[in-house]
T-cell receptor, first 114, second 115 residues
Framework: AQKVTQAQTEISVVEKEDVTLDCVYE???????LFWYKQPPSGELVFLIRRNSFDEQNEISGRYSWNFQKSTSSFNFTITASQVVDSAVYFCALRGGYDYKLSFGAGTTVTVRA | GAGVSQSPSNKVTEKGKDVELRCDPI?????LYWYRQSLGQGLEFLIY????????KSGLPSDRFSAERTGGSVSTLTIQRTQQEDSAVYLC?????????????FGPGTRLTVT
């Protein structure tokens, strides 16, 4: 069984602050895939990133960066210099190597105040 | 290109009525998924279709729920004899052909309210 834990329920920051979202996962699969999705107030889940279990290289995309550490089963997400448009619910998800369905964490609501 | 579309965007129904929710996947995507998002349960997998293979219905919460996919494209999720606990946002997703690593792209969802 796959399990994803996002311990932070809500985070509130002032614009331009950095914010880090934690994601811890559990799986028995040796090959698996991790994802982050953003759900803005409009409701649509927007794909942000996929990371394969065999690739621990961190990634940066603009103001977004991801830190994948297999040793601690974590896949954390940092927004640098946050903006009001970053306000959304962010979901971490896991997919097993021979599975297809996503197991989602409970989500973290990020509020960026001007 | 066009993303995943779902209709209706909102549906209010009386307890005991049947409802049908529709999903149009991204053109060329052979895999289609239904998920449900509710306050108490978060995001839950419901059903998965891959091409012409038999669907994986393991996530359907009861036999009142069923889904079909016609012609390998459009899918309909049907809920019979709706109950108040069925109130949720029903999300459809699709992914490109091939292996399990492909990311899923989600539609805007259908918000179902059972009164």
């Amino acid at each position: 069984a796959q399990k994803v834990t996002q311990a932070q329920t809500e985070i509130s920051v002032v614009e331009k602050e950095d914010v880090t979202l934690d994601c811890v996962y559990e799986t028995r699969d040796t090959t698996y895939y991790l994802f982050w999705y953003k759900q803005p107030p409009s409701g649509e889940l927007v794909f942000l990133i996929r990371r394969n279990s065999f690739d621990e290289q961190n990634e940066i995309s603009g103001r977004y960066s991801w830190n994948f550490q297999k040793s601690t089963s974590s896949f954390n997400f940092t927004i640098t210099a946050s903006q009001v448009v970053d306000s959304a619910v962010y979901f971490c998800a896991l997919r097993g190597g021979y599975d297809y369905k996503l197991s989602f964490g409970a989500g973290t609501t990020v509020t960026v105040r001007a | 290109g066009a993303g995943v579309s779902q209709s209706p965007s909102n549906k209010v129904t009386e307890k005991g009525k049947d409802v049908e929710l529709r999903c149009d996947p991204i053109s060329g995507h052979t895999a289609l998924y239904w998920y449900r998002q509710s306050l108490g349960q978060g995001l839950e997998f419901l059903i998965y279709f891959q091409g012409n293979s038999a669907p994986d219905k393991s996530g359907l919460p009861s036999d009142r729920f069923s889904a079909e996919r016609t012609g390998g494209s459009v899918s309909t999720l049907t809920i019979q004899r709706t109950q108040q606990e069925d109130s949720a946002v029903y999300l459809c997703a699709s992914s490109s052909p091939g292996g399990v690593r492909y990311e899923q792209y989600f539609g805007p969802g259908t918000r179902l309210t059972v009164t």
